[in-house]
């Protein structure tokens, strides 16, 4: 029997996305609002298929897939997101993820996604080679992006978004020294000078 685990923080979107799954099948579906409890849902139930977010509470989408990777846990990972495939999508294909779908996508090419995952195949957007490079600023501000780790992605985010240092340290049990050394190395990184800056950084880039 086909089951899933939908992880999201929003419970629309995860109603939204167990009537495509039921429409695919899928008889047995649990739910997650946070990437903590991933590792011990998939421990118990063994899903075949997760469909994942990457912008959850207390563990991102990334940190989700390097537990189920340590684990040694199997199932068919779909990320269904509204981060920006052209600095997400190759992550979470390292990470072990079969298929990136943009939330701003009509909900069928979900449909599609998970009909190719379960049929054997991988399943991600298609991105043009010059989608960054329309000038020289924004293709060399993509090269930077792409060299951050994934902890200094997601900080980066966090911190455009306007995010208090304070609170992305208890979201993501750091210290507060822990972020503003990220921080500062970060708009080291990226070659900006202040936070307004390092927003605009990020506005630029579709980030957020």
């Known amino acids: 029997m086909k089951s899933a685990l939908i992880v999201d923080d929003h419970p629309v979107v995860r109603a939204a996305v167990r009537i495509v799954l039921q429409a695919e099948g899928f008889k047995v579906i649990h739910e997650a609002s946070s990437g903590n409890e991933v590792v011990q849902l998939l421990r118990e139930h063994q899903p075949t298929l997760v469909v994942l977010d990457l912008n959850l509470p207390m563990l991102d989408g990334l940190d989700v897939m390097e537990r189920i990777r340590a684990n040694d846990l199997t199932c068919l990972i779909l990320i269904f997101t509204s981060y920006e495939a052209t600095f997400y999508q190759e992550r979470c294909l390292r990470a072990g993820a079969m298929a990136f779908v943009p939330k701003t996508n009509h909900l069928q090419q979900l449909h599609k996604a998970i ?47 306007g995010k208090p240092n304070k609170t992305i340290a208890e979201d993501m049990h750091l210290s507060h020294k822990t972020v503003s050394t990220y921080k500062s190395r970060l708009m080291a990184k990226l070659g900006v000078n202040s936070a307004v800056h390092l927003r605009d950084f990020a506005r630029r880039n579709h980030l957020i």
Do not use: H, K
């Open 115 to 161: 009909q190719a995952l379960m049929s054997g195949y991988t399943y991600f957007t298609a991105l043009s080679d010059n989608a960054n490079a329309s000038n020289t600023l924004q293709g060399s501000e993509t090269q930077l992006i792409d060299q951050l780790s994934n902890r200094e992605l997601n900080i980066f985010v966090q911190l455009a978004s």
